[in-house]
């Protein structure tokens, strides 16, 4: 089972550059996420997908923005790096069940601006 | 204004030993309360979670306890394996809303 596939792994970006982080998932699930990490901190959510055609920021959307126009595909597009959003970023889907809700995370994209 | 609060950045255990890792918040409304494992170089995978409604979720060496008066979670593994070091995240969500992490704490289990 691939999961949460997120690529590239790593990248270095240049100040002004711009990128898309891509984010693929193959479990059907409505609920799609991005999540930076910063060191020593938690999880911040970037932005977030109830499903295909719906998008919304998160806690941190300024400098991102998102597409889905599929379920399985969820890309974050950073359109003017900057250093403050050097960090990992992990990508996630959810499904809702009658316990919950369970997000399960890609293995994370480390970006480094310069 | 953080919501969910790990308090112990980190956390050491000597192997076969329980190791109790704890959380709070501050969000009455938060009804469903989740731990996750992160490895180094890895994402964060679900562990066990716990709705509201119960004050108890066990899964083999994992029980996670939730107080909701005082507003605090823990998670207990026993007995504690060397496997087990990694950082673990409280997460807490209310309704249908999307995930609120803690900052996690770094369990280090040494044999």
């Known amino acids: 089972n691939a999961g949460v596939t997120q690529t590239p792994k790593f990248r270095i970006l240049k100040i002004g550059q711009s990128m898309t982080l891509q984010c693929t998932q193959d479990?059907?699930?409505?609920?799609m996420y991005w999540y930076r990490q910063d060191p020593g901190m938690g999880l911040k959510l970037i932005y977030y997908s109830v499903g295909a055609g719906i998008t919304d920021k998160g806690e941190v959307p300024n400098g991102y923005n998102v597409s889905r126009s599929t379920t399985e595909d969820f890309p974050l597009r950073l359109e003017l790096a900057a250093p403050s959003q050097t960090s990992v970023y992990f990508c996630?889907?959810?499904?809702?069940?009658?316990?919950?809700?369970?997000?399960?995370f890609g293995e994370g994209s480390w970006l480094t601006v310069v | 204004d953080q919501q969910v609060k790990q308090n112990s950045p980190s956390l050491s255990v000597q192997e076969g030993r329980i190791s109790i890792l704890n959380c709070d918040y501050t969000n009455s409304m938060f009804d469903y309360f989740l731990w996750y494992k992160k490895y180094p170089a890895e994402g964060p995978t679900f562990l066990i979670s716990?709705?509201?409604?119960?004050d108890k979720n066990e899964d083999g060496r994992f029980t996670v306890f939730l107080n909701k008066s005082a507003k605090h979670l823990s998670l207990h593994i026993v007995p504690s394996q060397p496997g087990d070091s990694a950082v673990y995240f409280c997460?807490?969500?209310?309704?249908?809303?999307?995930?609120?992490f803690g900052k996690g704490t770094m369990l280090l289990v040494s044999p």
């Open positions: 996630a889907s959810s499904y809702w069940d009658t316990d919950g809700n369970t997000i399960y």
């Open positions: 479990m059907n699930h409505n609920y």
């Open positions: 997460a807490a969500m209310s309704g249908y809303s999307t995930l609120t």
């Open positions: 716990i709705s509201s409604i119960k």
